[in-house]
């Protein structure tokens, strides 16, 4: 990103608020996106004349309709071997083209096949910060059945940019695999215009460094995972928010609220699940979650740890620190795999209805820690009810001990430890059960 643009994000920064939107040169913006999606146009149709990767075949930008298709309208191959760089690019350009009054009226079809990828920015580039644009679905046949293979040339690219753009974002029925070893699947930097993002029956393999990477100080925020499987390896998070490569000010990503997982399969190599140096308020419903390996190397910031929840920093925004997870069953294959780790000095955590016994039989399981919290006089107040725990919980306390109950278990059962082994500064029990 040059100065200039900078400068102009942090004012914009500085005016923005948690729920307000600038929008700025909406005109000028406006045609500048329109002759910027001709100028990609034009580009792609001397690409192929050239013998490089393009479409012969596909139309121009906003002449298509609502509904398209990246292979129909866009001449994409999705033979695993043709570079169908072009063809997205052409495909997210039409859906620009057709914004009208700042709101997106399209919906990308990716037919079944496996498509090669190797542009960054190819399948989302929302640069246009000063034109906001709210709705645009790009729509799947399915997990496996419509595949995305991402390989750049370069490990710091991302597959998918959001540069205060979007709102409204719907991807569904898709896997998308990193086939660089350390790219990244999505970006998103927001002052008050990215959020509202939704994925639906999708899937990540392969090894990443993020799988969604949020950025910049307000919003940002309301995204939501259905049925998806969470596979490959992440060399920091599959979704790691306060990114603070851009933001002039990073304790204002503490805007970043409200991310719900529902019915999810978790089934990754090694790395973190969810990483929040900033925001939070994050839910968790349904599903198994496990991490099937170990880390390749130690990691300076992780070690060779595993870790699903990742909370690193202690003093947040209010209303910021709040997580449930509920009705999830965890599967701790090895010592290095935590179910959370949390440096909150407040706020609220809840587990209700969780298992993590699937291997409460291995001889590791007595020695685990994989539930570890830093506690104080303000919490943060962690409960859990009717769960299967395994192992013993570590209860830090980095400033002062907490004065009253800050971690209560209700109707608990602990499948290798006591409750007295269970016990640590500011712990209650109530109606549990000890290992038999």
């Known amino acids: 990103m040059n ?48 013998g490089r990767p393009g479409t012969s075949d596909a139309k121009e930008p906003g002449t298509a309709g609502g509904v398209v298709s990246v292979v ?25 083209a057709r914004v009208a009054d700042h709101t997106g009226r ?75 070893p350390g790219a990244s699947f999505f970006y998103s930097y927001s002052t008050g215009n990215a959020q509202d993002y939704r994925f639906s029956d999708c899937e990540w393999l392969g090894e990443w460094t993020y799988g969604l990477a949020l950025d910049g100080s307000d ?34 990503q503490d805007q970043f609220l409200n991310y719900w997982f529902t019915d999810m399969k978790v089934e990754y190599a090694w790395g973190n699940f969810l990483e929040f140096p900033y925001g939070g308020s994050v839910t968790c419903r349904g ?26 920093r202690a003093t947040h925004a209010a209303s910021v620190q709040r997580f449930h997870a509920e009705d999830i069953r965890f599967e701790l294959r090895n010592p290095d795999v935590l179910v959370i780790d949390s440096h909150w000095s407040g706020g609220t955590i809840r587990f209700n209805d969780c ?16 539930h570890r919290y830093d506690v104080g006089p303000r ?25 009253r109950t800050v971690a209560r278990y209700d109707m608990c059962h602990f499948a290798t430890a006591s409750q007295s082994a269970m016990a640590g500064p500011g712990t209650a029990f109530t109606d549990c059960l000890d290992h038999a």
């Open 287 to 312: 599903g198994s979650y496990i991490v099937t390996g170990t880390r390749p190397h130690s990691d300076p910031e992780y070690g060779t740890t595993s870790t699903f929840f990742r909370f690193p």
């Open 379 to 403: 919490g943060p107040l962690v409960r859990y009810d009717s769960c299967q725990l395994t192992g013993t919980h570590t209860y830090r306390t980095p400033q002062s001990a907490p004065g």
């Open 219 to 252: 919003t940002n925020s309301e995204m939501r995972w259905e049925a998806c499987r969470v596979g490959g390896s992440y060399r920091k998070a599959f979704l790691y928010c306060g990114l603070s490569q851009r933001s002039k000010d990073p304790a204002a």
């Open 3 to 50: 100065d200039g643009a900078d400068q102009a994000t942090s004012g914009r920064e500085r005016r923005s608020t948690r729920r307000a939107v600038v929008f700025g040169s909406v005109a000028a913006a406006g045609a500048a996106s329109l002759a910027a999606c001709t100028s990609s146009a034009h580009d792609t149709a001397r690409d192929t004349a050239a």
């Open 106 to 180: 399209t919906v990308i079809d990716v037919p079944p096949g496996r498509y090669l990828v190797t542009g960054p920015g190819a399948l989302l580039n929302g640069d246009t910060p000063g034109d906001p644009a709210n709705g645009l679905r790009l729509r799947g046949a399915g997990k496996r059945i419509t595949e995305i293979v991402f390989r750049p040339s370069g490990a710091d690219a991302y597959l998918c940019s959001n540069n205060d753009t979007w709102a409204n974002l719907s991807f569904e029925g898709m896997t998308f695999t990193s086939a660089t």
């Open 355 to 370: 298992d993590d016994t699937a291997l409460a039989f291995k001889p590791f399981s007595t020695a685990l820690t994989a």
């Open 72 to 96: 129909a309208d866009f001449g994409a191959k999705g033979d695993g071997r043709t570079d169908d760089s072009a063809a997205f690019a052409r495909a997210y350009a039409h859906a620009r």
